[in-house]
């Protein structure tokens, strides 16, 4: 093993792998930062120009990509309200209120430290667990997932506190919108009105980009002005704001201890990806963070929250890929063809052959972050300044940007349609006060749901034991007991003393 | 019409159609070509175009474009192929079992019509294998028909083609099957009978390699016994030949109307890559099986395929209408 370690560092000093790393850290955070790219598409760009090429350097460069596209896609989350990739989407709930407040420069410092340490904290739990990842994967089926993706439903009452009906509405439209489409499990396909443009469903990538991107510049344009007003930006310390961002995430290391344990854990699991694993995180952030109040409104902790949880989801989903070739993330599913056509078989024999490679993949992904994140933050005091820019100026170019974004995932104008409909439609329920979280939330998690608890069913020949019998589904389902009680206990706590005096 | 301008009509319309042909040939390929693949970047039939992408580059001397084109279980792609210009630049894997099952299986109108696609060469086709999780106590197609039981298969979906052959097994060998449905990918089916949620699975090598150590293969739908599981006996052996042409074809097809000239050249090309010895052993490395086969061999099959489907039919229907009525 320290021997594999050995040879995997080793490398790593080579000027080649060097010079792949930072290839992979330049392609994976423009990617990122363009909305609507993402790694899916820089991954399968890259994967051909990897042909001959020996596959640690290979590795390398996959590694770089992916550790640098969450970074890139927190960019335009936090300082434009347009997530670069879907699961950036929970870091604009606070990333851009602070933008608006002036602290663009602060959430971006906070996103570039969030996204290492999530990335280091995962490479950590997978070195940790890559003996005993075998009992982790068998011990989620069906009816854990279930419980898993109930309890992220649940969050939606908790995500619109401010006005529970419309984001129970928003969360069931999510959940109707989600349904469109093949399904698999009763061989029809449903709400397609006859358009094979929607036999996959309403696809998620310009759904989401149309949902907040298109509608935020809508928003943007009809009020004018810039995120932050350009008076007060004379006034801003972009520079010493990236300190402070530092400093925001070291003095918090409850908020990125447990969002790295969520993210790595829910990367393990095949089947949920990186959007469940930041809003999963962001959720149970939210009921962790000693400043409620601030949520959604510009917090620290939420940026933490969803950010770091998704560096260390990467980690975690590097572990059933080459454990089991079962890609616990989409990008690991590229990753894995880029296996096959290296000539390399992932699983136990991977593991015991050719383990020098799971770690240069390893160590490639925290390095890259780190460069990333230096990088990141060296750019961050100019890169903010995107936040006072005029309306006017920016509206249009990330207009374009965003169509291009769309329709390169697919070469699909329709996806470009998609995304304008997505985004007036966001832009109605913005102004109605509906919650655009609790739609994504439910759009992402409703299909989860159906799946598991039909398959659950199926295994169980139609009994709701199988909920309660299995020790690990019984303890998830007892955590969402709690989590949806525990408030109501409290409250009624609360207006006990109130109703004696 | 004079016979002279006659004549010359006639030999200057010969001399323009030898011209085309030739030149058809000459400048053909000039450009680089896409290759659209069914599926999402990573996956098996990505692979193996890719490969064979390598060996085209060599030999037609322009880039080979592979675009993964995921989507409703295979069918987007093959309706991408099929709606391209017919100019010979936009080629691709169409996977037929969708599009065969949605006419033959459910009695829909497929959104291709695959009686009209040009073939330029079957590549491989699928070979699977039944699996059991480990410690079950079924270690034959003969335990499972003895239990007198149903026994419960992981699949991708209905219709899909190891749906198609676990019914048909269960059919053919005389026990009732029912599904854990609604995986994504067929290594994830394959977890599933390891971890016991389900007591069978179908998949090909590829599909369970990785938790080989925790499922037991005990039947293979194949003619003869493989190299990969010498001890597991074959369907041929036992009998069961309308088992042995299930697996999927991976078959690279042109849209309709693309000049035979061209569809020619890459066929050509393909069977070049097909006698490659260093192709052949990656492929075996891999777990591909090849198949060659010329437009004739592969239609042969998938007639094969569709006869097959039609005795299907009845039960998907009862399936259907069952999960209707819940």
Not at chain 2, 18 to 23: D, E, K, Q, R
Not at chain 2, 215 to 224: C, D, E, N
Not at chain 2, 231 to 253: C, F, K, M
């Amino acid at each position: 093993m320290f021997e594999a370690m050995a040879m995997a560092l080793t490398r790593l000093a080579d000027p080649t792998a060097l010079g792949m790393l930072l290839l992979g850290v330049v392609v994976g955070t423009t990617f990122g930062a363009l909305p609507g790219l993402g790694s899916i598409v820089a991954l399968s760009l890259a994967l051909p120009f990897t042909f001959g090429m020996d596959p640690i350097l290979a590795m390398y460069l996959f590694a770089g990509i992916m550790s640098s596209v969450t970074f890139g896609g927190s960019v335009p989350a936090i300082l434009l309200n347009t997530p670069g990739t879907p699961p950036n989407a929970a870091t604009c709930f606070d990333g851009y209120p602070m933008a608006q407040k002036g602290e663009g420069a602060r959430a971006v410092s906070i996103s570039a430290t969030a996204c290492f340490v999530g990335s280091l904290c995962g490479a950590i739990v997978t070195l940790l667990l890559l003996p005993v990842v075998k009992p982790i994967v068998f011990a989620f089926g069906p009816p854990e997932f279930f419980w898993l993706v109930v309890f992220g439903l649940v969050m939606i009452a908790f995500a619109s506190r401010a006005n529970m009906v419309k984001g129970l509405v928003g969360g069931g439209i999510g959940v109707m919108l989600s349904l469109v489409g093949y399904s698999e499990i009763y061989g029809t396909f449903r709400f397609t009105l006859g358009s094979d443009y929607l036999w996959d469903g309403i696809p998620l990538v310009p759904f989401v980009v149309g949902l907040f991107a298109v509608s935020e510049l809508i928003s943007y344009s009809a009020r004018g002005g810039a995120t932050v007003a350009r008076d007060g930006a004379a006034r801003i310390n972009w520079r010493g704001q990236v300190g402070m961002g530092i400093r925001d995430v070291l003095s918090r290391p409850g908020q990125w201890i447990r969002a790295s344990a969520i993210g790595a854990g829910i990367g393990i699991i095949p089947g949920l990806g990186g959007g469940v694993a930041s809003f999963m995180s962001y959720f149970v952030g939210m009921q962790r963070t000693k400043e409620p109040e601030l949520y959604g409104k510009g917090s620290i902790d939420g940026i933490i929250a969803s950010e770091t949880a998704n560096d260390a989801k990467e980690g975690g989903a590097l572990l059933p890929t080459v454990a089991f070739g079962l890609p616990g993330s989409p990008d690991m599913a590229i990753l894995l063809g880029a296996f096959i056509l290296h000539g390399l078989e992932p699983g136990p024999l991977m593991l015991r052959d050719h383990l020098d490679l799971v770690y240069a993949l390893l160590f490639g992904i925290v390095f890259s972050q780190l460069a990333t994140s230096g990088l990141g933050l060296v750019a961050t005091p100019w890169l903010a300044r995107l936040s006072v820019l005029p309306s006017r100026w920016i509206a249009p170019f990330v207009l374009v940007l965003v169509f291009l974004g769309t329709y390169m995932v697919r070469t699909n104008i329709w996806d470009v349609c998609m995304a304008v409909v997505a985004g007036i439609f966001g832009y109605l329920l913005r102004r109605y006060g509906f919650p655009l979280i609790t739609i994504v939330i439910g759009y992402i998690l409703g299909p989860l749901a159906e799946k598991s608890y039909l398959q659950s069913m199926q295994i169980s020949d139609g009994s709701l034991m199988i909920f309660v019998t299995e020790p690990i589904s019984a303890i998830l389902m007892a955590g969402t007991i709690i989590t949806i009680l525990a408030p109501i206990i409290a409250a009624l706590r609360r207006r006990r003393p109130g109703d004696s005096t | 019409m004079k016979p002279i301008s006659l004549a010359v009509t006639g030999a200057a319309a010969m001399a323009a159609a030898l011209s085309f042909n030739t030149g058809a040939r000459a400048a053909y390929p000039e450009k680089p070509i896409n290759f659209i693949v069914p599926f999402g970047a990573g996956s098996s039939f990505g692979a193996l175009a890719r490969k064979i992408g390598q060996y085209w580059e060599k030999d037609l001397k322009v880039s080979i474009v592979v675009q993964p084109l995921p989507g409703s279980g295979g069918r987007r792609g093959g309706i991408r192929i099929n709606k391209s210009k017919p100019d010979g630049y936009t080629i691709g894997w169409t996977h037929f079992v969708p599009f065969l099952s949605d006419v033959y299986l459910r009695g829909k109108k497929a959104a291709v019509d695959i009686t009209k696609v040009p073939i330029i060469y079957q590549v491989a086709a699928s070979q699977f294998y039944l699996i059991v999780p480990k410690k079950s106590p079924y270690k034959s197609v003969a335990d499972m028909k003895k239990a007198g039981k149903s026994f419960k298969f992981s699949s991708t979906g209905v219709g899909a083609i190891t749906w198609v052959q676990a019914s048909a097994l269960g059919a053919t060998a005389g026990f009732p099957v029912n599904y854990v449905l609604g995986y994504k990918k067929l290594g994830d089916a394959a977890l599933a009978v390891a971890k016991g949620d389900a007591e069978a699975g179908i998949g090909g090598i590829v599909h369970f390699r990785s938790v080989r150590d925790d499922v037991r293969p005990i039947f293979f739908f194949g003619p003869k016994r493989d190299k990969f599981f010498p001890d597991v006996p074959s369907a041929g052996e036992l009998g069961y030949d309308q088992l042995t042409n299930l697996g999927a074809p991976r078959v690279i097809t042109a849209p309709p109307g693309t000049p035979k000239a061209y569809v020619e050249r890459l066929r050509e090309a393909t069977k070049k890559v097909m006698a490659d010895a260093a192709f052949q052993e990656w492929a075996s490395k891999t777990g591909f099986y090849l198949n060659p086969q010329g437009p004739q061999g592969t239609w042969k099959g998938l007639n094969d395929k569709i006869e097959i489907f039609k005795k299907l039919r009845p039960i998907v229907e009862a399936a259907t209408t069952k999960k209707t009525k819940k």
